[in-house]
């Protein structure tokens, strides 16, 4: 077999487990080379117990170093571009060509496309974002804290009711939450739109917790309220909705708007937009180049399945086995079915299981599962899985 150059572009969910499992189905004779700008990996709901104060930034990043011992090449990297006409991708550092491209950049975070938030707002979408939140948390004494989400995609649809419950643990346990009022806004008629049953599971569970949910609010952008600076300096903030009305905030945190890498945008698999795929084996209009993961539009026209972990590994799996097949002159079956499950854990410290099948029946299926002890066992094994795959155990920080 002459050398293949397999080229993958950013080290998440779906980068990490293709570069794992095509370094598995193929011979040394072919070269596996992921790139990514960062070092190191963060497993996103981490980042929760980054914002619960269980966790450093530092201490949920896993270093990419175990992938090189196991034969993928890894390079720290910037990349500018993509060319799929001629085959190849322009980096800060080097052009790279390749004989297959599996592009996995994920969903870029933009704050500044909601006025004031990247002034006056916090968020918990990265490790760094989520300690600064959970420092904020711990010299807020009194008023009222909104929490919102300001549209969809984002990513994984549960999450930010996963981070207010964690909020709501800190200042319980600072014992400053009787004097603090939570309010969370989302933009849809409910908490999760796509399924009624988990939205009234959320709704309950954060009455019981007395956090107020507001439903179709759509955030317009956040000002300087005109009220006296408090004794650290911070003014307070006034949440402008769509509709005209405000409320204001004495911290603001939301879910910023999410957007399609910059990368993607200007390329043609994107044009403008998230990389187009054959929702079935995740290529693109290009030979020999697929998209996975949040980076890309997966999905039939009706149903386009959520910007999650789970679905980001399923896709690159499918799309890796469709290149190795390619590359030993086999054919491929694997299908993409955007099955999985996505967790989250509830104040009682149950955990609560959304199971969704999207391709694999007539109709999308999104069912809720527990809460119970059970599922909290289920995730953490869903992690550590992860690690052992990925990172041959090595544990955060290693
Ligand atoms: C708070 C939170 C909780 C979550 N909880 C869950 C959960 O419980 N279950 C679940 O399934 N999902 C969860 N998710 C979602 C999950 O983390 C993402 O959907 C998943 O990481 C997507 O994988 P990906 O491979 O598509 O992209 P990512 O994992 O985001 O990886 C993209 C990679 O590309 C790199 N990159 C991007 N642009 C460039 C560039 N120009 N140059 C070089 N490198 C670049 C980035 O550094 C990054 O490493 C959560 C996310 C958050 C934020």
Redesign the pocket.
């Known amino acids: 077999m002459d050398t293949n150059r397999i080229l993958i572009?950013?080290?998440?969910?779906?980068?990490l487990e293709a570069a794992v499992r095509l370094r598995e189905a193929l011979p040394e004779s072919a070269e596996v080379t992921l790139?990514?700008?960062?070092d190191s990996?963060v497993?996103?709901?981490r980042?929760?117990d980054v914002l619960a104060g269980q966790e450093t930034p530092a201490g949920v990043r896993h270093s990419y170093r175990p992938l090189r011992e196991r034969g993928v090449h890894v390079v720290q990297?910037?990349?500018l571009e993509i060319d799929p006409h001629s085959s190849r991708v322009r980096t800060e550092r080097a052009t790279w060509s390749y004989d297959y491209l599996l592009v996995?950049?994920?969903?870029e975070l933009a704050p500044e496309a909601t006025p004031g938030f990247a002034e006056r707002g916090h968020h918990?979408?990265n490790p760094e974002a989520a300690g600064r939140l959970h420092d904020k948390l711990r010299t807020l004494e009194s008023g009222t804290l909104v929490l919102s989400i300001f549209g969809a995609p984002y990513?994984?649809p549960p999450?930010p009711f996963e981070?207010v419950v964690a909020i709501d643990s800190v200042l319980r346990e600072l014992g400053t939450r009787d004097q603090i009022d939570i309010v969370v806004t989302v933009p849809g008629s409910a908490p999760l739109p796509f399924s009624p049953e988990t939205s009234e599971l959320v709704q309950n569970q954060l009455s019981k917790r007395n956090i107020e949910i507001q439903t179709d609010r759509q955030i317009a952008g956040l000002r300087p309220a005109q009220t006296p600076a408090n004794d650290a300096g911070d003014s307070r903030t006034v949440v402008e909705f769509a509709d005209g009305s405000q409320m204001e905030a004495d911290l603001f945190a939301g879910v910023p708007l999410h957007r399609p890498?910059q990368?993607v945008r200007d390329s043609p698999l994107g044009n403008g937009a998230w990389a187009e795929v054959d929702r079935h084996t995740l290529a693109t209009s290009f030979d020999n180049v697929f998209a996975?993961?949040?980076?890309a539009a997966i999905g039939d026209g009706n149903v386009t399945v959520p910007?999650?972990?789970?679905f980001?590994e399923e896709s690159a799996r499918v799309a890796s086995e469709h290149i190795a097949a390619r590359i030993q002159g086999q054919e491929a079956t694997a299908e993409f079915r955007g099955e999985g499950a996505?967790?989250?854990q509830l104040p009682s410290g149950e955990v609560a299981a959304l199971r969704a099948s999207f391709f694999g029946g007539p109709t999308p299926q999104v069912r809720l599962e527990g809460p119970s002890q059970a599922l909290r066992a289920e995730k953490k094994e869903f992690i550590a899985e992860r690690v052992e795959r990925w990172f041959g155990g090595a544990g955060a920080t290693q």
């Open positions: 572009l950013g080290g998440g969910f779906g980068g790139i990514d700008r960062s990996f497993i996103g709901s980042n929760i990297d910037a990349i996995g950049l994920g969903a918990f979408y990513r994984c999450a981070g890498p990368v996975a993961g949040d980076c910007k999650a972990g789970v980001a996505c967790y989250f």
